[in-house]
């Protein structure tokens, strides 16, 4: 039923759509990179949980599906928003606490939602985004709109409870969802190997008769390639589909994780190694797709749109007080 993702070097793509992973890939990265920044000097208050390293995952995915497609996701997040097409300036608002943000504010980096990209939002509970992922793909079947969800969560989230009862749900409804775990090894701070039984978590699904695939989340080539099957699974009506990403984070698990549970010279290796926006500006080189000039533009524009994002968050006003008291309370009669 599970099964390896075919061979990444057999798929292609063309010069344009190869630069903007680039420069997707790469908006991301820097985006956290600043975030981190302005952790570090209290601008950026609460949890924060960055992406670096990943960023090949969530730009091969996204690329395989429509506009009108939903997103749910974990609180490990900035990536998927702005891979989602959401405005950098909004989301680094969001994470300043003003209200300028997507969630006006009161969401911080763990809770942001932008309906009008069908992005449901990072949530702060371990595990919990895959019920309600499971709920979105069910209002998608209900609807017959021909949509589909894909829910985004980590290793340690895959042996959580409550995703067995989703995938449960899932296989019986055959619902329109893609599970992606993205396997960065470590969870909160323990490896996969000390956490978890069966490690290929591909294979989580068997049990319930949903197929799965793993693909190299360090390759956006081989995530897109992995994703498009996973796709046209899901939209021909054969119902809920895993997808393992096996990537590495570079940072903590969050900000206030000094990650001692593994060596310096292991994240050195890999992403010495394994960099995904390496991997591809190496690629785009070699195969005289862009030369070292447009490259630097695309960084120069990059650090712009983030310095902008930036300083739109600092000047932006925190909320006022009676915000307290909106926004928890739906009038349904």
Same mark, same amino acid.
């Given at each position: 039923m599970a099964t390896k993702s075919a061979d990444p070097k057999k798929k292609t793509a063309s010069a344009d759509q190869l630069l903007q992973f680039y420069r997707d890939m790469l908006l991301i990265r820097r985006?956290?990179?600043?975030?981190?920044?302005?952790?570090?000097?209290?601008?950026?208050?609460?949890?924060?949980?960055?992406?670096?390293?990943?960023?090949?995952v969530v730009v091969g995915i996204q690329a395989a599906l429509s506009d009108k497609d939903a997103v749910i996701t974990t609180y490990r997040d900035h990536g998927h928003m702005l891979a989602c097409g959401m405005d950098a300036k909004g989301v680094m608002a969001e994470l300043t606490g003003r209200v300028g943000g997507y969630s006006r504010g009161k969401g911080g980096s763990m809770h942001m939602f932008a309906r009008e990209k069908n992005f449901y939002g990072g949530h702060g509970i371990v595990g919990a985004n895959g019920p309600l992922g499971t709920g979105v793909a069910f209002a998608n079947k209900y609807l017959e709109n021909g949509e589909l969800c894909v829910a985004y969560f980590g290793d340690g989230a895959a042996n959580q409870g409550q995703i067995y009862e989703a995938f449960n749900m899932a296989a019986l409804w055959k619902l329109p969802i893609i599970y992606v775990i993205e396997n960065n090894? &470590?969870?909160? =701070?323990?490896?996969?190997?000390?956490?978890? @039984? +069966?490690?290929?978590? &591909?294979?989580? =699904?068997?049990?319930?008769?949903?197929?799965? @695939? +793993?693909?190299?989340?360090?390759?956006?080539?081989a995530m897109l390639e992995a994703a498009e099957k996973a796709v046209a699974h899901v939209r021909a009506g054969k119902g809920p589909y895993i997808l393992e990403a096996m990537t590495y984070r570079y940072r903590g698990h969050s900000m206030s994780d000094p990650a001692k549970y593994r060596s310096r010279d292991e994240v050195s290796r890999i992403r010495k190694e394994r960099d995904p926006i390496d991997h591809l500006r190496d690629r785009l080189?070699?195969?005289?797709?862009?030369?070292?000039?447009?490259?630097k533009e695309i960084d120069r524009d990059v650090k712009a749109i983030v310095t902008e994002a930036t300083e739109f968050a600092q000047s932006s006003p925190e909320p006022d007080p009676s915000e307290l008291y909106t926004d928890i309370l739906i009038d349904a009669a």
């Open positions: 985006f956290e990179e600043k975030a981190g920044q302005m952790y570090g000097m209290g601008l950026i208050g609460g949890f924060c949980h960055l992406y670096i390293g990943q960023e090949a090894q &470590y969870a909160m =701070g323990t490896s996969v190997t000390r956490s978890s @039984a +069966q490690t290929k978590l &591909y294979k989580r =699904g068997d049990a319930f008769g949903i197929p799965g @695939a +793993q693909a190299d989340g360090m390759d956006v080539l080189l070699a195969d005289k797709l862009a030369d070292e000039e447009k490259l």
